[in-house]
Structure formats: C-alpha cells, structure tokens
C-alpha cells in the first residue's frame, strides 16, 4: 500500500537516480517513490525543477504549508486521467443552477447526516447531549424549505455551530474549551486541532480527486471562481465530522494529545511538531479503518469511501446514477 510522507524539518529534496533524497544537518533519507503517492511539506525545503519533473512521472501530489500550516497550493502532476468530456459535464452541472442546488443539497444534507450521527455516538454512550440533537432537527427540517444554495450554507453554518457546542461535553478537559470557532490563526488548542485536521483533509480530498475523471477545480457547494480549487472543499464537508472530528476526539479522550503539544504563534495557537506527527499518525490510522459498504458487501476504508464519493458525483453527473452522499452508520 501507497503511504503518505510528511516531511516537517528544514532541508532539500531532490531526485538521485530513481528516487528522491531528503537531505539536512543530520545526513539523508532515501524515500521509496513506489511506495509513495503524496508528500506534505510543513518545514523549510527547498527542490528543484528536475525533483518536480520525477514526481510528475511518478505521479506524486505535492502538498505544501506555511509555517503556521496554513495551506499554501499544491504541485499538481499532470492530470493523467484528464477528461474533456468530462469537464464539460462538470461544467454544464455548474451553469445550470437547478442541477447545482441539488448536488449543493446533497453535500449539506451529507455533512449534517454524519455530525448527527457522530453526536448520536456519543449520546449513547452517556454524553448528555439530547438537547443540542433536538436543535440539530429542527435545523434539518428547515434545510428542506431553502430556494438557494446560500441559505444552505446559512443553515449548515448555523448546524455546525450547535455541533461544535457539543464538543466540551464530548471532550471534557478544562485545557480544551471550544470557546466559539476561530480560525486563522486559531485562539486555543482545540481550535488549532479542527484547523489543523481540516486542512489536511482538504489535500487528501484533492489527492483523491486526482486519482477519477472529475476536474477539482470545479465545486458545487462552494463558490467555482478564481480560487484553485473548490470541489475537494465539498466533498471534505461530508467527511470531517467521521474522519477528523472522530479522530480529535480520540487523541484528547486517551491523552495522546496534550497542552505540551502547542505553542503559541502568529497570536494564536498551533500544533508543535511532535503533536503534528501523533495528530497525522492517528488521522491515518482512521483513514485505513474499514467499514462495512453496503451497497458492495465488503470492507473498504475511510480513504476508498473519500474517492468513491467523488466517483458517485461523477455518476450523477453524467445521468448514471442519482447521487447520495455517505452517510457513516455505527
């Protein structure tokens, strides 16, 4: 299996015959191109055209951050699976805005699906919740009476918001308060863990979109404009609650994740280095858990389910199949 490669110390990266080398202070490390299918830049590295020139062959997306991990833009290899055709329909999708509110519905709908039901998960297991679900309702029955996709959105910001106050009862660590959502840079840890999941999500949405026939660029739920890409924006919403989400809450509820993995930044808080590598390490390992796909009878894991999203989309796009977005069932 093709595994991801994160790369936070200050180096350069460069090609040296049929694979790619890693150099610092310390001496090199020699990485497998065939057992990699993308590499995420958070330290200082330089490379050149030729390195770009050999990931390209190898068709090996690379990621890069800031040093406040934000999300700076990715090295995309030429698309190998590119479709004309299939862009057009993408296209005609787009333009027509009764065909556009629909998909636009279907990934709200999916995104409110899948934080009811990881609320749901913990509300059984004693976490008193129940108020905040009922509130959770009346909001889904509300997005049945919206006329445009900005007042999905409306209703889908003001259902994350309720979800998001569930996160101290969920948690219940005095050092990891939600406070209210803030964003670049995050005020507190738990901010800084949902910022940080979230943008690694958006890039591993875009290297599953690289592997189908879609075109990134072109979203449904999300503005297409000038930005480079929208449509992994979408199809991340649907997945953060069941991956990153899911995954906070385990780091936090077994400790693996504490106050001595932050500092302060930017007037604000990031992950340090080693509460990036555990926080990646157990996004992993949730990405490679299976579940039981109901419609093939068989085990496929949290990274397939990302990808086959995004070929259901297509389906639909094309007259196939009416699209449904994954809904997480435990």
């Avoid at 800084?192 to 290297?207: D, E, K, P, R």
């Avoid at 996004?283 to 397939?304: A, F, I, N, P």
């Amino acid at each position: 299996m093709k595994k991801s490669l994160y790369i936070f110390n200050t180096g350069t990266l460069s090609r040296k015959d049929n694979t790619i080398c890693f150099e610092t202070d310390q001496g090199k490390k020699y990485i497998p191109v065939e057992g990699t299918k993308e590499i995420y830049l958070f330290g200082e590295v330089d490379f050149n055209k030729r390195m770009l020139e050999f990931l390209s062959q190898k068709e090996i997306i690379l990621h890069m951050y800031n040093r406040y991990d934000y999300y700076i833009g990715s090295f995309y290899p030429r698309e190998h699976l590119n479709s004309g055709y299939m862009i057009l329909e993408q296209a005609k999708a787009y333009m027509d805005e009764t065909r556009r509110k629909v998909i636009a519905f279907k990934i709200v709908q999916g995104a409110m699906d899948n934080m009811f039901q990881v609320l749901r998960y913990y509300n059984n297991r004693g976490v008193e919740i129940e108020d905040i679900l009922d509130r959770l309702n009346q909001l889904q029955d509300r997005l049945l009476t919206c006329e445009t996709i900005e007042q999905m959105m409306a209703i889908e910001g003001n259902y994350r918001e309720q979800y998001y106050q569930s996160f101290d009862r969920i948690i219940n660590e005095d050092h990891f308060i939600f406070e209210g959502r803030s964003r670049r840079p995050p005020l507190n840890r738990l901010n800084a863990l949902i910022s940080f999941g979230n943008q690694i999500l958006y890039t591993i949405v875009l290297s599953e979109i690289y592997k189908t026939h879609m075109d990134p660029r072109i979203g449904y739920l999300h503005t297409t404009n000038f930005r480079r890409f929208s449509l992994n924006l979408d199809i991340a919403e649907i997945f953060k609650p069941i991956i990153v989400d899911r995954a906070i809450f385990t780091l936090l509820g077994k400790k693996m994740i504490t106050v001595k993995h932050f500092e302060k930044k930017l007037d604000g808080i990031v992950l340090n280095d080693d509460g990036k590598r555990i926080f990646l390490e157990e996004l992993q390992k949730r990405l490679e858990t299976t579940v039981k796909h109901r419609d093939l009878d068989r085990e496929v894991s949290y990274r397939s389910l990302i990808r086959m999203e995004v070929y259901k989309l297509q389906k639909h796009i094309i007259g196939e199949k009416e699209y449904q977005s994954y809904v997480s069932r435990w």
